[in-house]
């Protein structure tokens, strides 16, 4: 699988040492407040797991599932809900968790839907913000790291299902979803 990289963009102890501090930030803000965590499945899973364990202020957690219309890595904006949530939000303070924004599309989608169930406060936390390929306005609460516009794979991220399990995020080798699109 280490063979299809290109390079290491984010080392395991990298990503470990982000997600501690965004779990601080986030308590300490959150500090007195009950927070709902809402993981969107199945890209943020892995870094959801690790985040709630690095907030120490009671935590709830909930997961979403989406799906976008288009090809494996392109997003098309159309965006179905898989799964939803098992509560109300209404009154809740709300922090949506996603792995990556890339053209903030889905992103825009889940913010809007989720308002209308009137939250008491929603905001995004993101592992990773791709800036350079934002079509739609949205604003990211709590980024872990800012990247270039390169498709990556791991810690929960996928080309094809494939990769999500490896422990580093790694840039993937473009001959690799080149081949494989044009199958
Ligand atoms: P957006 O709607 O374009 O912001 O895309 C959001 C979703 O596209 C993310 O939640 C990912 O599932 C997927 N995605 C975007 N960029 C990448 C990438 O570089 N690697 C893997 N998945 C990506």
Same mark, same amino acid.
């Given at each position: 699988m280490r +063979?299809?990289?290109e390079?290491?963009? %984010?080392?395991e102890e990298e990503i470990t040492a982000k997600v501690l501090q965004l779990g601080q930030t986030i308590s300490t803000d959150y500090a007195n407040k009950e927070l709902l965590m809402v993981g969107i499945l199945k890209g943020a899973m892995i870094f959801m797991a690790d985040l709630v364990r690095s907030v120490n202020i009671p935590v709830e957690f909930d997961f979403m599932a989406v799906s976008s219309y288009g090809s494996a890595n392109? +997003?098309?904006?159309?965006?179905?809900? %898989?799964k939803d949530l098992e509560q109300s939000i209404e009154g809740r303070h709300v922090l949506l968790v996603e792995d990556i924004v890339d053209t903030g599309l889905t992103l825009k989608y889940l913010l809007e839907n989720l308002q209308t169930r009137e939250p008491a406060s929603l905001r995004t936390c993101t592992l990773l913000d791709k800036p350079e390929r934002r079509q739609a306005e949205v604003t990211v609460n709590y980024n872990g790291f800012t990247i270039p516009d390169e498709f990556v794979v791991g810690y929960g991220l996928d080309y094809n299902e494939k990769y999500r399990n490896l422990k580093d995020i790694l840039v993937l080798r473009p001959e690799i979803y080149q081949k494989q699109g044009e199958e």
């Open positions: +063979s299809d990289a390079k290491i963009l %984010l080392t392109k +997003s098309s904006g159309v965006v179905r809900i %898989l």
